[in-house]
Nanobody, 121 residues
Framework: QVQLVESGGGSVQAGGSLRLSCVAS?????MGWFRQAPGKEREFVAA????????YYADAVKGRFIISRDNAKNTVYLQMNSLKPEDTAVYYC?????????????????WGQGTQVTVSS
């Protein structure tokens, strides 16, 4: 059993930045971030291997978001830059994540409670 707790969400204007954090209670392997906007299905955002050497991004956030991790702190981060109104969603941390060979099928075994990100125009 892994418990995940996200933090760092909030409200920001378009073009701004936020950094999300996810602290895991137990050992994790690959970790990921997902998001769910109102009326839409949950979608994959980014993932990172256990070592941090490999990262994966959805096309919608590539070049703007950066996923990283600090294994000594059991923490995964999502640095979100150049935010757009369409990035508004509840962001969830998940881990371990599977099916990274096909990003449309990425799944997480355990999930955090989510943190709201609101981007205004």
């Amino acid at each position: 059993q892994v418990q995940l707790v996200e933090s760092g969400g909030g409200s920001v204007q378009a073009g701004g930045s936020l950094r999300l954090s996810c602290v895991a209670s137990g050992r994790t392997f690959s970790m990921g971030w997902f998001r769910q906007a109102p009326g839409k299905e949950r979608e994959f955002v980014a993932a990172i291997s256990w070592s941090g050497s490999t990262t994966y991004y959805a096309d919608a956030v590539k070049g703007r978001f950066i996923i990283s991790r600090d294994n000594a702190k059991n923490t995964v981060y999502l640095q979100m830059n150049s935010l757009k109104p369409e990035d508004t969603a509840v962001y969830y941390c998940a881990g371990p994540v599977r099916n990274l060979e096909r990003l449309s099928d990425v799944r997480g075994d355990f999930w955090g409670q989510g943190t709201q990100v609101t981007v205004s125009s």
